[in-house]
């Protein structure tokens, strides 16, 4: 039998979700590339404090009710670096951690969702189980980063958008942070999804604004 050895740099972060150009990022690549520097120090402070954050007493009860199980939320125009900035947050917090992490991009969670209530003796087995793993990722992960959301379809029965609020309270009351990048707007937000959300968006996540032209080539 011929194997081929894989990079152990790239091997590490297969089953994580991250895309494999941002696979291994570190937040100083980030501030490198497009200097966010206000996001990319509040980036530092999450990741350096997040074993404090997420501690709990002899009881087993959250040290800081506040802040136990609060993610990020990274709000800008395309190509401003979010989705770079939180694939960076995810790979630093499992090198420094060793926490379980997951990255998706919203609209891909939702059709996974939507395929498996739909799924009959026609779906491949091998493919059912790849939807399952993934929609167990974005549930049980420590951490999961829901990238782009915002973009998905929306129906006359809401379901994408409630499926996010019951997803981000589950994660919330189990104490596993979440961080979102999305290009909405709060007005954007305040039309798109339910006022009970929006608040608890403010609860659940840090809230950080990305300013500045998009660095993206084809966005020149």
Known sequence: MITTRMDPEKARWIGTGIPPRLRGLTLNDVEELQGQSDAVRKARTFVEGYRAQQSKNWRGLPVDP??????????????????????????????????????????????????????DDSVDPEQLSQWLYAVERVQWADVVLLDDVGHEHSTASKYAEDTLEKLLRQRYDEGRPTLITTN????????????????????????EIFTGESYRRGDQ
């Open 66 to 119: 506040n802040v136990f199980g609060r993610g990020l939320l990274f709000a800008g125009h395309p190509g401003t670096g979010k989705t770079t900035l939180a694939a960076a947050i995810l790979c630093e917090l499992r090198r420094r951690w060793g926490i379980t992490i997951y990255s998706t991009r919203y609209t891909d969670h939702i059709e996974r969702e939507r395929r498996i209530l739909r799924q």
């Open 184 to 207: 909405l707007s709060g007005d954007d937000w305040a039309n798109r999804y339910s006022k009970p959300l929006r608040s608890f968006m403010d609860q659940c996540t840090r809230r």
